[in-house]
């Protein structure tokens, strides 16, 4: 399996899963044009994607859904008009796309179905960003995959010194927002094992963290909770450059 986050952060998101011969779009939040352009980086075109999985109907991930064909796009019901009952995705149930097995997660984002992704071929890797907090259940359900694509998205002391209002602070830090920068790497710490390959922290805020200021809390909270992990596997993802990871061939 190999992953790329072609576009991680509030301006827009898309991430492309590929397993043998299906390729699978989560969200579309950047224009066509840039689809196009990152994914010639990795050597694929449009035509590559079989699938297209949309998390949940903010604009950072939806804002260009319509450029495909409704036929191959997938999401919970409510996030998109008049999407086919045979498209609704249904959390807590498993799907076949082709040559990859889905595992749907419900989330907690103040949208209107927000969910996440366990991608199974010969390998496992977790999608999950835009949530304020991770249930129990999914915590269980989490457990030592090979690659996680991981929410991470503040700094509280950067959050709480920007211009702000207090009420967009306190929704950014609620359990209907997204996860702060120690939230995020305890929950690695709690959920990661042996088969664990990468971490790559996805939809870090602009103005409220920074790629450093991620790591970094990654590093330091690894230590304190004795996690042995080689830090050069996990990264951070970004708005502008593709993130690539897995068994892709650079």
């Known amino acids: 399996m190999e992953y790329h986050v072609l576009a991680s952060g509030s301006k827009g998101n898309n991430t492309f899963i590929v397993e043998k011969t299906t390729g699978i779009l989560i969200d579309c939040g950047i224009s066509k044009k840039q689809l196009v352009y990152r994914l010639k980086e990795i050597g694929y075109t449009i035509d590559d994607i079989d699938y297209v999985l949309l998390t949940h109907d903010h604009t950072d991930h939806n804002k260009n859904i319509h450029i495909f064909d409704k036929e191959i796009v997938y999401s919970a019901k409510g996030n998109i008009d008049d999407l086919d009952e045979d498209h609704e995705l249904v959390p807590y149930t498993s799907y076949t796309f082709g040559d990859i097995d889905v595992y749907v997660l419900r989330l907690s984002h103040d949208a209107t179905n927000p969910i996440g992704f366990i991608f199974i071929g010969d390998e496992t890797l977790l999608y999950m960003t835009d949530t304020g907090y991770v249930s129990q259940k999914n915590k269980e359900l989490i457990h030592n995959l090979n690659y996680y694509i991981i929410e991470s998205n503040h700094d509280i002391e950067m959050l709480m010194a920007t211009r702000r209002p207090f009420s967009l602070k306190n929704r950014i830090m609620g359990d209907t927002g997204h996860l702060n920068n ?69």
Not at 200 to 228: C, G, P, R
């Open 182 to 250: 120690e939230y995020s790497a305890h929950l690695m710490c709690d959920v990661i094992g042996e088969n664990t390959k990468e971490i790559v922290l996805a939809h870090l805020s602009q103005d409220a963290n920074t790629k450093e200021k991620a790591l970094e809390t990654y590093y330091s909270i690894f230590d304190e909770e004795n996690i042995k992990f080689d830090k050069e596997m996990i990264k951070a993802a970004s708005q502008t450059s593709v993130v690539s990871g897995g068994k892709y061939e650079h």
